[in-house]
């Protein structure tokens, strides 16, 4: 992790919530941020009640306008592009299939673009999602090697974001001609993500914990749609090794990524919702709303055994273990605790038990 003081980094989305949590890790772990992305999308939001704008540069900046974008990056000069910014929500963007397409397609464009013309950028990670992929509604998890797809206007602009990046590869940055340009892309596709500090509408942990700290019933739409759920921590551990063995090894790492949960905890949403009340206490309760919604897929699952191979990324919290980390963050915010010195304390929780993990793989005897 030291690999990361004094590095110049740029995060776009820093206002959101994955954005947030990886602003203030990236804060910890001593690197020069500069973050571009509209408003906090939500209120509360992780970025105001965490103060992740007190240790970074914060540029409140629409990825749609290339000329700001370029700016931004020439005047930062970083070393490494983490792109998150984006219309991030499946039902909005069946409401609003434009601005969709606009910010996750002509935004992405935009990023490339400006990164083309800044020479200090050695390693871009453009973050995507699970959701890419040609869903076949099938019980296997899904491969960095399968059809992209995407049912819906947000999944189909992620799959869209994807084969953007693969032009732009090709056609600026190929593998052969690495020497002269020194830059290496890649893509990194996640599973569903938890974590405190969420608070976007029609996402399934946020609308728990406002249902429950509430004393409201919970509507549920989709009980038996099963995800690929994780803690925010884990993509972004992810995320942080991508960028890193770019940076020191160049394209051999230059194509897409998935970084998802132990195949057993790729559960049903209504399992997550029984394990939350159970948590939670007498106040939690709710029912399945049985009203005809937009299209949702049932089966979704990830195979990271390539991040797990080539990185040596492996997933650290049990869903178990995530979901009380989320719920302890909300309860302890809820209570009046600092929201910035509770998710550091987060971060720092999970660092370790990284470390712990990969000791205890280290010593283990091979058979
Ligand atoms: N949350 C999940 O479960 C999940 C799962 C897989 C992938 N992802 C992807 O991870 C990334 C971050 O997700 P999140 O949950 O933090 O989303 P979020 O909605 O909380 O945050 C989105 C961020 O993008 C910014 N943004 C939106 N439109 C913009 C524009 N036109 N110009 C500049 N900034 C703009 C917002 O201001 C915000 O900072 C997204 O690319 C999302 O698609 C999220």
């Not at 509604?137 to 059809?147: A, G, H």
């Not at 032009?167 to 830059?183: E, I, K, P, T, V």
Request: net charge negative; hydrophobic share 40%.
């Amino acid at each position: 992790m030291s690999f990361w003081h004094g590095r110049r980094v740029v995060v776009t989305g820093h206002t959101g919530f994955k954005g947030s949590w990886l602003s203030l890790w990236l804060q910890q772990l001593g690197a020069d941020v500069c973050g571009v992305a509209l408003d906090p999308p939500t209120d509360p939001s992780m970025f105001d009640e965490a103060k992740v704008a007190k240790g970074m540069r914060s540029e409140i900046a629409d990825i749609r306008d290339l000329e700001r974008v370029k700016v931004v990056l020439r005047e930062h000069r970083p070393e490494i592009v983490f792109h998150m910014a984006a219309q991030s929500l499946v039902r909005k963007s069946y409401e609003d299939p434009v601005t969709t397409y606009a910010t996750n397609v002509m935004g992405t464009v935009n990023v490339l673009e400006s990164v083309r013309e800044c020479d200090s950028v050695r390693a871009v990670v453009v973050i995507t999602t699970d959701k890419c992929y040609e869903n076949k509604e099938w019980v296997w998890p899904y491969r960095e090697t399968d059809r992209l797809g995407g049912y819906d206007p947000y999944s189909n602009s992620k799959a869209c974001a994807e084969l953007v990046v693969s032009a732009y590869r090709n056609s600026f940055f190929s593998h052969a001609q690495y020497d002269r340009h020194r830059l290496a892309i890649a893509t990194a596709r996640a599973g569903n993500v938890i974590g405190g500090g969420d608070w976007a509408e029609d996402r399934l942990v946020p609308d728990i914990m406002r249902a429950f700290a509430a004393k409201q019933v919970l509507e549920i739409r989709n009980p038996n749609a099963v995800r690929p759920w994780q803690h925010v921590l884990e993509p972004l551990a992810g995320y942080l090794t991508l960028a890193e063995r770019l940076c020191e090894a160049g394209v051999q790492y230059g194509d897409a990524w998935n970084f998802g949960p132990e195949h057993a905890d790729a559960k049903s949403v209504e399992w997550i919702v029984r394990q939350l009340a159970e948590d939670w206490g007498e106040d939690a309760h709710w029912h399945v709303d049985g009203q005809t919604h937009p299209h949702e897929a049932q089966m979704l699952k990830l195979d990271w055994s390539r991040a797990a191979h080539a990185l040596d990324w492996h997933p650290v919290l049990p869903l178990k273990n995530a979901l009380r980390l989320t719920a302890e963050w909300y309860r302890r915010r809820n209570e009046g605790e600092n929201a910035r010195d509770i998710t550091s304390e987060q971060i720092e929780r999970y660092t370790q038990l990284s470390k712990d993990n990969q000791e205890r793989t280290a010593c283990a005897p091979t058979h």
